[in-house]
């Protein structure tokens, strides 16, 4: 549980869309690992790959907005 992380379902504004919100505390993780991790999933690329499509930060959080990943 070293570098929890929370994922929640979201409907993004405008659009409806729904969306996963991953909530990183930035007591667990590092700000390098975060950019870190927002650099690989921005240079990697594929239609089965979940995308990122906004970053957040709060006084307690860096948050991930994804796209959501959909089963057929």
């Known amino acids: ?38 650099g690989v999933m921005q240079n990697l690329q594929h239609p089965q790959l979940i995308g990122l499509l906004d970053t957040f930060e709060t006084s307690t959080n860096y948050i991930l907005v994804l796209e959501m990943c959909v089963s057929s």
Request: with cysteine; proline share 0%.
């Open 1 to 38: 549980m070293e570098n929890m992380k929370i994922l929640v379902k979201c409907d993004q504004k405008g659009t409806k869309r729904a969306v996963a919100t991953k909530f990183v505390n930035k007591k667990l993780m590092k700000r390098d690992q975060v950019t870190h991790e927002l």
